[in-house]
């Protein structure tokens, strides 16, 4: 079992940009692929980007392509999402997502189901 805490989330301009991080506890953290989600107030959780066990491989939902990006460090259990660019639509609480024996594909990996751990959430607030 690993233990996921986001920690990164805040109230920024439109434009502006935030770094969410996610650290794990509990297993080695190599054997997850990691995915980060997002729930805004009356909407369905969404997905936002994934990234394999590795690091090398990325993914990203096309309402964020090319201005978020996912990276981890697996040598600290940690999954970071750079934002930039950021709109008011992007305002949501996020959530980072772990799972040990997801197979890596751009279906699977968009689909919160794929999943067996979540971190807490962190609310993301953007200003117009």
């Known amino acids: 079992q690993v233990q996921l805490v986001e920690s990164g989330g805040g109230l920024v301009q439109a434009g502006g940009s935030l770094r969410l991080s996610c650290a794990a506890s509990g297993r080695t953290f190599s054997n997850y692929v990691m995915g980060w989600f997002r729930q805004a107030p009356g909407k369905e959780r969404e997905f936002v980007a994934a990234i394999n066990r590795s690091g090398y491989t990325t993914y990203y939902a096309d309402s964020v392509k090319g201005r978020f990006t996912i990276s981890r460090d697996n040598a600290k259990d940690t999954v970071y999402l750079q934002m930039n660019s950021l709109k008011p639509e992007d305002t949501a609480v996020y959530y980072c997502?772990?799972?040990?024996?997801?197979?890596?594909?751009?279906?699977?990996?968009?689909?919160?189901?794929?999943?067996?751990?979540w971190g807490q959430g962190t609310q993301v607030t953007v200003s117009s």
């Open positions: 997502a772990a799972d040990e024996t997801l197979y890596y594909t751009t279906y699977n990996v968009r689909r919160g189901a794929e999943y067996a751990y």
